[in-house]
């Protein structure tokens, strides 16, 4: 018998129709869940603010069966790639269980951590199921930098101990760091410690607001202009960011206010149960303990789709759009409004424009 595939499409191609197809019925593929907003550590940019300290909400975190249920209901309806976060996840008792069930279900899980309650108990998880990979942060490559971030005398080594733990048993690492003024002068070593291992690393200066409207974590920002010529010292992340301009050049941009794939192809629940667009868009919640995730998806999650940029906005008629970091959620944390972007943004944008226009 003759096969009706006749001509077989090529790995580009085929994840292009793929995309495709996810974008146009609009699949939830990839999903992200914050198992507990608790933390053992108490790092100064932390988004979470008070959450990670004290639940002054008294809400119940959920249970491992509500989270095992929830888990076959995203499964059932596309999901394919999970992040489970934090806080930190780690502190849930039950998080081998979640987690097991996660991978039997056949979900491609990331997990990030801070490294520093990895036991031999969850490296032999890790072993018997492997993650798609661990993200773990590294703030410092020094003792007095990581602790003056996360305030927690002995955290260093423990989560340099929690690096060389999962190294050693060759499950895949990646490192990243919040690049800030507490350790900037340590950033090219922090950077040199995942070269050393041989794994990826990535940072991020863009640190925003806590969610609950408290904006001291903003005062650890550097400079625009010193975190693009951080990015652009290294030769591979200049000619990533040129590539990736280049890319995007050519693609119109649409009026949605919301450009990413929140509430397109992308979720966020968190401990409570609350399905939203995304971990930052928190005022559009769907209550999954009193209805199901296809229900919250099909009805809720919509409405932000529906958002359209404001007619006098110039970021859609701005050449540096795919440079800056565009976030109405970002926004509306800093400036009060989805629609009022950020000038720390939009100067990362115009820096690296003009790094990108230096370099031709």
Avoid at 1 to 11: G, K, N, P, R, V
Avoid at 296 to 309: A, T
Wanted: proline share 4%.
């Amino acid at each position: 018998m003759d096969c009706a595939q006749t001509e077989w499409l090529s790995d580009k191609a085929y994840l292009q129709q793929f995309q495709n197809k996810v974008a146009t019925r609009h699949i939830p593929l990839l999903g992200s869940i914050d198992l507990t907003h608790r933390c053992n550590l108490r790092c100064v940019h932390c988004y979470l603010g008070d959450k990670g300290r004290i639940n002054k909400n008294g809400k119940k975190e959920l249970a491992t069966g509500q989270w095992i249920d929830i888990i076959d209901e995203i499964t059932q309806a596309g999901c394919l790639y999970l992040l489970i976060t934090g806080g930190e996840p780690l502190l849930r008792k039950d998080f081998g269980d979640i987690y097991r069930h996660a991978k039997k279900n056949g979900l491609l899980v990331t997990v990030f951590t801070n490294g520093n309650l990895i036991t031999d108990e969850i490296i032999e998880l890790f072993s018997d199921l492997p993650p798609r990979a661990i993200e773990i942060s590294l703030y410092g490559a020094t003792a007095p930098t990581y602790e003056k971030i996360t305030g927690v005398d002995g955290s260093y080594d423990k989560c340099r101990n929690g690096i060389e733990k999962v190294l050693n048993h060759q499950i895949n690492l990646r490192l990243k760091t919040i690049l800030m003024i507490l350790n900037r002068h340590e950033f090219y070593d922090i950077e040199n410690v995942a070269k050393e291992y041989g794994v990826k690393f990535r940072f991020d200066p863009a640190i925003f607001p806590c969610s609950n409207g408290d904006k001291a974590p903003v005062q650890m920002r550097i400079q625009p202009g010193e975190a693009v010529k951080i990015e652009f010292s290294d030769k591979d992340r200049s000619r990533q960011w040129k590539d990736y301009f280049e890319r995007m050049k050519g693609i119109r941009i649409s009026d949605a206010l919301y450009k990413c794939g929140a509430g397109r192809n992308s979720f966020h629940i968190d401990p409570y149960g609350r399905l939203q667009p995304c971990l930052m868009v928190s005022y559009l919640q769907y209550n999954l303990l009193a209805g199901d995730f296809r229900s919250g998806w099909g009805e809720v999650l919509p409405q932000l789709r529906g958002k359209q940029i404001c007619a006098s906005s110039t970021c859609n008629n701005c050449e540096k759009i795919s440079l800056c970091g565009f976030c109405p959620a970002f926004f509306e944390l800093e400036t009060g409004a989805e629609d009022i972007c950020s000038d720390y943004l939009c100067d990362l944008g115009q820096y690296r424009f003009q790094a990108i226009e230096a370099a031709n």
